[in-house]
């Protein structure tokens, strides 16, 4: 897997593409969240459009950053999953849990 990463102002932007298979990348990008937040980020954009195929422990990292954000009175968006990971996260009932947007757009207007 591959991720860029933005901080602008409160929001941490990532963009995940590839396989998107935890134990590689997933402490990481952990850290690289746990670094936003000690500097006053509270929202996470998560751009996984570009992630082919999800494992389980990828679903962990998910859940991860998500209990962080929420930890610190702010959540997680994914954005725009792909139709498999879309399928996978209502497969396990986990859209319930994520706010999902399709657009950048969308989810910045569910943030304000």
Request: hydrophobic share 40%; with cysteine.
């Amino acid at each position: 897997m591959k991720y860029t990463k933005e901080i602008q102002g409160h929001i941490l932007r990532l963009q995940f593409s590839g396989d998107l298979i935890g134990e590689n990348n997933g402490p990481e990008v952990v850290e690289l969240a746990n670094d936003a937040i000690s500097q006053g980020v509270t929202q996470c954009l998560l751009d996984i459009s570009d992630v082919r195929y999800i494992n389980s422990s990828g679903i962990g990292v998910l859940i991860t950053l998500l209990t962080k954000f929420r930890n610190k009175n702010g959540d997680l968006y994914i954005i725009n999953p792909s139709e498999h990971v879309n399928k996978l996260l209502i497969m396990t009932k986990l859209q319930a849990i994520f706010n999902i947007a399709q657009s950048e757009e969308e989810a910045l207007q569910k943030i304000n």
